[in-house]
C-alpha cells in the first residue's frame, strides 16, 4: 500500500481515537515535551504536534530542549512551569537518550517517579511516553545504555499510571545521520508510526 495512504489512515484513526471513548474526554490541550528530537518542526515532537494540529486538537505545544533529560525537566522547574503555563488534558514526552549513562536503576526510578508527580500535580490525568531511539554508526558504542534506560522506563512508567511506548522498536530500521539524530524523511516515518500505532492506540 502506499506509504500515503497508510498515513491518511493513520490520521483518520486517530482523530477517532482522540475522540471521546469510553469514559476519557476527547483532549483540547496537549503538552509534549521532549529533547533534541522534539527541537525543530521537523523533528518527531515537531511532526507529532503537526499530526495533532491535523486530527483536530485545539492546541498542541512542543517544548524540546537539546541534550537535556527527565532530570533536567524536574530540577529546573520546566516541566512545572510549561504544566502551569498550557494547563494540557494530555502530556506527550520523548526523553531518555540524555539520561544514558547518569542514573543507577534505583536513582532513575526516584526521578521518573518525581517527573510523573509534578505532572500529575498540574492536573494531568493521561500521560504517554516515547522512550530513547537507538543510537548507531559511530556512536553505536551508546546502544547497551540506551536499551538500559528503555528498560528501566518499561519497568517502572507503567507502575505511575504512565502509557510507554519502545522508540527502539519505532526507529528500528531508520538510518541517522550522526548515530543519534535523523534527516526529515525518518523523522516523519518515527513520527507516522506513532501517531498510526501506539498514540492512537494509547488514546483510545
Not at 17 to 25: G, N, P, Q, T
Not at 62 to 75: A, D, E, I, L
Not at 77 to 88: C, I, M
Not at 100 to 107: C, H, M, N, S, T
Request: no cysteine.
Amino acid at each position: 500500500m502506499n506509504p500515503l495512504v497508510l498515513v491518511a489512515l493513520g490520521l483518520v484513526g486517530l482523530a477517532a481515537a482522540l475522540s471521546l471513548a469510553s469514559e476519557r474526554v476527547r483532549p483540547e490541550r496537549v503538552l509534549l515535551v521532549g529533547d533534541s528530537h522534539s527541537e525543530a518542526p521537523w523533528t518527531f515532537g515537531g511532526r507529532v504536534v503537526a499530526k495533532l494540529e491535523e486530527a483536530g486538537i485545539p492546541l498542541v505545544v512542543r517544548k524540546g530542549h537539546r541534550g537535556k533529560g527527565v532530570g533536567w525537566y524536574n530540577t529546573s522547574g520546566t516541566l512545572r512551569d510549561e504544566v502551569a503555563s498550557v494547563r494540557p488534558d494530555l502530556l506527550i514526552v520523548a526523553l531518555g537518550g540524555n539520561d544514558a549513562g547518569r542514573f543507577q536503576e534505583a536513582d532513575y526510578a526516584a526521578a521518573l517517579r518525581e517527573f510523573v508527580d509534578t505532572a500529575k500535580a498540574g492536573g494531568i490525568k493521561h500521560i504517554i511516553w516515547f522512550g530513547p531511539p537507538r543510537s548507531d554508526k559511530g556512536l553505536a558504542y551508546k546502544q547497551p545504555a540506551r536499551q538500559k534506560v528503555a528498560n528501566w522506563q518499561a519497568k517502572h512508567l507503567p507502575g505511575m499510571g504512565v502509557q510507554w511506548h519502545d522508540s527502539m522498536r519505532l526507529t528500528e530500521d531508520l538510518p541517522t545521520r550522526d548515530g543519534v539524530h535523523y534527516e526529515h524523511g525518518e523523522y516523519e516515518v518515527w513520527a507516522s508510526r506513532a501517531v498510526a500505532g501506539p498514540l492512537q492506540r494509547a488514546v483510545a
